[in-house]
Nanobody, 123 residues
Framework: QVQLVQSGGGLVQAGGSLRLSCLASGRALSSYAMGWFRQSPGKEREFVAA????????AYADSVKGRFTVSRDNAKNTVYLQMNSMKPEDTAVYYCAASALAVSDRFDRYGYWGQGTHVTVSS
């Protein structure tokens, strides 16, 4: 099994940037497609971005397309979410997740989850 530990996040002003990291241990990150999801208070967990094992395929939610970039460094067992031009509506707890299946925007396709990290965007 793989364990995921997240870092990054915090408070940023609207228009600013943050980078989240997700470090995998226990098994090589290259074995998994990786996704990022987020959840705001009172809302369901929603898909943000995903990246295939080989980095050749990425997917984004329409709400973050052009602002967020998902990437991975399999040699470092780490996946990243670079968030630019952030908006107050990006405020949420962000989760990285690993899937033994193909890239997906469905959270039920991901069997392993990070602990979550808070991101707050002030207006």
């Amino acid at each position: 099994q793989v364990q995921l530990v997240q870092s990054g996040g915090g408070l940023v002003q609207a228009g600013g940037s943050l980078r989240l990291s997700c470090l995998a241990s226990g098994r090589a990150l290259s074995s998994y497609a990786m996704g990022w999801f987020r959840q705001s208070p009172g809302k369901e967990r929603e898909f943000v971005a995903a990246i295939s094992r080989s980095t050749s395929n990425t997917a984004y939610a329409d709400s973050v397309k052009g602002r967020f970039t998902v990437s991975r460094d399999n040699a470092k067992n780490t996946v990243y979410l670079q968030m630019n031009s952030m908006k107050p509506e990006d405020t949420a707890v962000y989760y990285c997740a690993a899937s033994a299946l193909a890239v997906s925007d469905r959270f039920d396709r991901y069997g392993y989850w990070g602990q979550g990290t808070h991101v707050t965007v002030s207006s």
